[in-house]
């Protein structure tokens, strides 16, 4: 299973961005989909999840701010930023979970500066 993100660059205080993560299969063999995210020299944290059966959870600091969305026909999830703010610089990770077994893609490094 590869996992590939994309999406992520410098913005403005402000700003919107939106990350991609395709999948190499089908995204519907998964229990749920998930982003998470390592500011710098801190540890790696849960930004958004949605459960391919349906639902989404996020983090209180992203709630109103972020949407994760899935295609399912592009096998791709979707995590939309707006509002960004300067403590959402991170690198952001896409992660695939099925029973115990974890899948991730490589990062994708999100700065949010003036």
């Known amino acids: 299973v590869q996992l590939q993100a994309s999406g992520g660059g410098l913005v403005q205080p402000g700003g919107s961005l939106r990350l991609a993560c395709v999948v190499s299969?089908?995204?519907?063999?998964?229990?749920?989909m998930a982003w998470l995210r390592q500011p710098p020299g801190e540890r790696r944290e849960l930004v958004a999840v949605m459960p391919v059966a349906g639902g989404e959870a996020y983090a209180d600091s992203v709630k109103g701010r972020f949407a994760i969305s899935i295609d399912g026909a592009e096998n791709t999830m979707y995590l939309q930023l707006n509002n960004l703010k300067p403590e959402d610089t991170a690198v952001y990770y896409c992660?695939?979970?099925?029973?115990?077994?974890?899948?991730w893609g490589r990062g994708t490094l999100v700065t949010v500066s003036s």
């Open positions: 992660r695939a979970r099925i029973l115990s077994r974890q899948y």
């Open positions: 299969e089908n995204i519907f063999n998964f229990e749920d």
